[in-house]
C-alpha cells in the first residue's frame, strides 16, 4: 500500500495547471472583485456615518450631564472637539467629520452638528442632532441629511408646548434617526 501511495504522489508532482484553467481562475477573481468592491465602499460610508450617529449620541449624553452639573449646555468649536479642549468628560475622535454644538439661548437647548469633511462630502451624509431642556425634562433627537453633502442648518426645530419641549427634524431636508 505503501508503494502504491509513493508511486501516485511522484507520477503527480510534476504535473502543473494548464494555461486554460489558470485564465479561468483569473476571470472568475475578476468578477468576483468587480462585484464585491463597490459594495465594500458603500459599506465602510455606512460604517463612518453609523460611527459618528453614535459620538453624536455621546455627545447628547455628555451635553446632559454638563447642563445637570453647570446649570447650562457646553459650545464646542471644531478645534476644541478635535483637540479635546472642552469640559465634557468625552474624547471624540473623528477624522471624517467636524463636530461642533452651537447654542440655541431662546429655547435652553444645543445642536450638534456633524458636517463631512471636504474629501468625503460626497459621500457621507451630514447630521445634525439637538437636546432641549424645558426645566422638567430632556428632549433629544438626530437628524440625517437625505443626500451625502446635504445642508445641516437648522434641520432640528425646537418649540415649546406648554413646559415640555418639543424637538423635531425638519422632514423636508432630513430624516430622524432617533
Known sequence: MMKFLRI??????HKGFTLIELMIVVIITGLLAAISIP???????????TEVQNQIASLIHAENAYYLEHGKFAKITNKQMRDNAH????VIDNDKYNIRTTLAQNYNAVRIKATALKDYDQELKNYTAGLHYS????????CQTHHPGGDINFIVQFSLSGNQPNIRCDLAKTREIK
Open 135 to 142: 426645566g422638567t425634562a430632556f428632549a433629544s433627537i438626530i
Open 8 to 13: 501516485l504522489l511522484l507520477k503527480n508532482s
Open 87 to 90: 469640559g465634557l468628560d468625552i
Open 39 to 49: 459594495q465594500l465602499f458603500g459599506m465602510v460610508s455606512k460604517a463612518r456615518e
